[in-house]
T-cell receptor, first 117, second 112 residues
């Protein structure tokens, strides 16, 4: 079974600065998907970024980028130019490859990000 | 383009009662997954519905059941409610084998 670990329960960053959230995972699969989701106090889970394991290039979405280290099974999220609206709980999630029989997302316990003005 | 919708927003039930939660998927999606999120935890997978059939189930008892309708909307039913069932219930929709799941705003269930 796959597991996802987020070792930082809480992080804080100054507005306009950069912060990196860590995530490690365990799997025996060679192909898979990794995601970062953001959950603000409104509770709505919002997809931030996605990475396919077969792609060597790290995914980027505007101010959000990932550092995907497949051999180390590490998947960190970097937020540049942090904004007050980035304050939220961030979850790392794993999904098995398409075409199989495992469709679920496996989540870590989350990292609470505070952005200080 | 309507996103995933869930109803109701909040619900308070008594131990032993039964509850039904509802979800409408994002336009163009045909697959619905349900997750339970306890306070301070990550979401836990309950089950997924595709073509009106449950095609994968997580480690939840049979008290948790579901249904998917021909229009792809879905219901989550929980019987014989326990205090431990108090949580945020999230619905997520996707397109069949597509890896990305998009979440609704959730239903907060409180069991007293």
């Amino acid at each position: 079974a796959q597991t996802v670990t987020q070792s930082q329960p809480e992080m804080s960053v100054q507005e306009a600065e950069t912060v990196t959230l860590s995530c490690t995972y365990d799997t025996s699969e060679s192909d898979y998907y990794l995601f970062w989701y953001k959950q603000p106090p409104s509770r709505q889970m919002i997809l931030v970024i996605r990475q396919e394991a077969y792609k060597q290039q790290n995914a980027t979405e505007n101010r959000f980028s990932v550092n995907f280290q497949k051999a180390a099974k590490s998947f960190s999220l970097k937020i540049s130019d942090s904004q007050l609206g980035d304050a939220a709980m961030y979850f790392c999630a794993y999904r098995s490859p398409s075409g199989g029989s495992n469709y679920k997302l496996t989540f870590g316990k989350g990292t609470l990000l505070t952005v200080n003005p | 383009d309507a996103g995933v919708t869930q109803s109701p927003t909040h619900l308070i039930k008594t131990r032993g009662q039964q509850v039904t939660l509802r979800c409408s998927p994002k336009s163009g999606h045909d697959t619905v997954s349900w997750y339970q999120q306890a306070l301070g935890q990550g979401p836990q997978f309950i089950f997924q519905y595709y073509e009106e059939e449950e095609r994968q189930r997580g480690n939840f008892p049979d008290r948790f059941s579901g249904h998917q309708f021909p229009n792809y909307s879905s219901e989550l039913n929980v019987n014989a409610l326990l205090l431990g069932d108090s949580a945020l219930y999230l619905c997520a929709s996707s397109f069949n084998q597509g890896p990305e799941q998009y979440f609704g705003p959730g239903t907060r269930l409180t069991v007293t």
